[in-house]
């Protein structure tokens, strides 16, 4: 069943279809990334659909972002560096629909990039999301700002409770293009689930 905060799921996309198709496919990617669901273990990275196109080809680049190392809780022991960002498919929607507004072009085709954990734990060190941190999204989360704030504060404040509780973490390095799957509607989270679900050979 839909959260209400839901229904800010794709507000930036003009055209009443492609805004009703958008969210149509991120509730499909949410469902299946469920506990327990075929996708459980991945995680996504949203984008533009012409950014996807490359990132398919050539990997997804790091860009300045805040980090933690797992182990530290101090204020003073955030750190800039180079990494990339990812989480559960709702976030992932957000960091694409935002780039409608700071493009400020509508129409702009947005894209979900997919990768499974194992694949990122070889792409470099896992960090809390500090940008998760600084400004949650709670319209993303189903939780109040309370509710979140009370399990964040009294979490590890590590990548795996930056993941659970923000919906996001940092891998310290740039993922290159080999298990990245381009994601651009419900069909194609069909087409993954089946993927995902089909027995390994020789098992």
Do not use: N
């Not at 993922?175 to 651009?184: F, H, Q, Y």
């Amino acid at each position: 069943m839909d959260h209400p905060d839901d229904a800010w799921i794709g507000t930036l996309i003009a055209d009443p279809v492609r805004q009703a198709d958008w969210r149509a496919f991120v509730a499909a990617l949410h469902e299946a990334a469920r506990a327990g669901g075929p996708l459980e273990g991945w995680l996504f990275h949203g984008t533009s659909a012409s950014r996807a196109r490359k990132i398919a080809r050539e990997g997804v680049i790091t860009s300045e972002s805040l980090a933690r190392a797992d182990g530290m809780t101090g204020h003073e022991d955030w750190f800039w560096t180079a990494g990339t960002h990812w989480g559960h498919p709702k976030v992932a929607a957000f960091y694409a629909e935002d780039l409608i507004e700071s493009s400020g072009r509508s129409k702009l085709d947005l894209a979900i990039v997919a990768v499974p954990l194992s694949e990122l734990e070889a792409s470099g060190p896992f960090s809390a999301d500090g940008q998760s941190i600084d400004c949650p999204l709670y319209t993303r989360l189903g939780r109040t700002q309370a509710e979140t704030d009370a399990l964040w504060d009294s979490s590890k404040q590590d990548s795996q409770a930056s993941l659970a509780v923000l919906g996001s973490l940092l891998v310290l390095g740039p993922v290159g293009p080999e298990a990245l799957r381009v994601l651009r509607s419900a069909a194609d989270v069909e087409d993954l689930v089946r993927e995902a679900s089909a027995p390994v050979p020789g098992r």
